[in-house]
């Protein structure tokens, strides 16, 4: 039976971010990273990507903050495909939240772009907010993966069925019925939080999955087009320059869904929705709302990501809430932090945690 230092069990942006940040911390480590479809084809193939320096706690603004610079380190070292957009986060109500919430937040501006066809409410407020970016998250995981191929084995089509421990280590059992032992566990699953090999021990952290939605409009955005974020809604209208579309995310409300079970495409009640936000910015394109993306993320009861050790050495990473691209590198550092590997030397210091 094969032996590695360090096993993690899903392929997806924060799986691959915790191997990246292990094999830096520890280069002679021998890790696996164990992927039951393709990487990057859970959440991470459906994200938006966005990156917006912001966070509700001091521990997500400091966790935005590690990731921001990581992000910017890595896209130069790996050619990662991220783009940086300029952005005006608009505030429909007082905004009194607005300038502690964004970090990088420049001086107010219009509260309105005619020229991109949006135009917030009599007497909201605007910003420009500098240091945001958007990522292809799928091409992003594979390209990180694929550089620490030579250091760490990726196993697809490798779905983890069981997790026991073993005498100071943990049996993995395989889907086609080969067994690993692990010295550590990483349990990255994305949204699969309800799989019968973990269910039980996620169960006291009390993480929910919901559906995360972002449509897709038949407009293409002109070059200098920046990235809208509406705060009171908890939604942004992106420019994706290389597919030649906006995206509109808003905030759905449909809790508990289970990620195998989500229809791949829009319902109507989606489009609506979805219209019905834009439609009080920018009615003009809402109309042009017409097709989208539609998956789910794990939520956990604080609305921060979760780093916990589950039993001694077996870490679960995630729950990011809709924001695992952008905090990837930040929940990374805390996990490997978290398993305790002896003399560690995180590519930067991992973020502070609150208490
Ligand atoms: C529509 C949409 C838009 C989004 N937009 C943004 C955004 O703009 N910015 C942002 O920061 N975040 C965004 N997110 C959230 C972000 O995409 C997720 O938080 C992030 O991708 C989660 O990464 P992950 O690695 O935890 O999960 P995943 O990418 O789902 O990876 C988990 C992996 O685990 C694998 N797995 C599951 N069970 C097993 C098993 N038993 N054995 C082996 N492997 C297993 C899965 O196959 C999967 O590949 C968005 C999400 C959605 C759905």
């Known amino acids: ?196 090999a973990w269910a039980d021990l996620l169960a006291p952290l009390g993480l929910r999955v919901k559906k995360v939605v972002a449509t897709h409009l038949e407009s293409a955005p002109a070059p200098d087009a920046p990235l809208a974020v509406f705060h009171d809604e908890d939604a942004f209208l992106l420019p994706l320059h290389e597919r030649g579309h906006y995206l509109f995310s808003y905030t759905c409300d449909r809790w508990d869904v289970a990620p195998d079970d989500l229809e791949p495409g829009l319902e109507r009640s989606d489009l609506d929705d979805a219209r019905a936000v834009l439609g009080r910015f920018a009615p003009g394109l809402a109309a042009r709302c017409t097709s989208g993306r539609v998956f789910c993320d794990a939520y956990s009861p604080r609305r921060e990501p979760v780093v916990a050790e589950l039993r001694p050495g077996l870490v679960f990473a995630g729950a990011a809430g809709g924001s695992g691209y952008r905090l990837a590198p930040a929940i990374a550092a805390e996990t490997v932090a978290a398993l305790d590997l002896a003399p560690v030397r995180t590519l930067s210091q991992p973020p502070q945690r609150q208490s």
């Open 1 to 196: 039976m094969d032996t590695v230092d360090l096993a993690v069990v899903g392929g997806g942006v924060i799986g691959a971010l915790v191997a990246h940040e292990a094999v830096a911390a520890f280069p002679g480590l021998s890790v696996a990273v164990l992927e039951r479809g393709l990487v990057g084809q859970g959440a991470s193939s459906r994200s938006a990507g966005v990156h917006f320096p912001r966070g509700a706690t001091e521990r997500v603004r400091s966790m935005t903050e590690h990731s921001h610079r990581v992000w910017e380190r890595l896209a130069a070292e790996l050619d990662l495909p991220i783009r940086e957009v300029a952005a005006t986060v608009v505030a429909t109500g007082a905004g009194d939240a607005v300038p502690t919430t964004y970090l990088r937040l420049g001086g107010e501006t219009a509260p309105a772009d005619p020229a991109r066809g949006w135009a917030a409410p009599a007497g909201a407020r605007a910003w420009t907010l500098d240091g945001c970016h958007y990522a292809d998250v799928q091409a992003v995981t594979g390209r990180v993966l694929a550089r620490l191929r030579d250091q760490v084995a990726v196993l697809e089509g490798a779905e983890v069925t069981a997790l026991a421990a073993e005498d100071g280590h943990h049996r993995i059992t395989l889907g086609q019925g080969q067994e690993l032992l692990a010295r550590r566990v990483v349990l990255a699953p994305g949204p699969w939080i309800a799989h019968p």
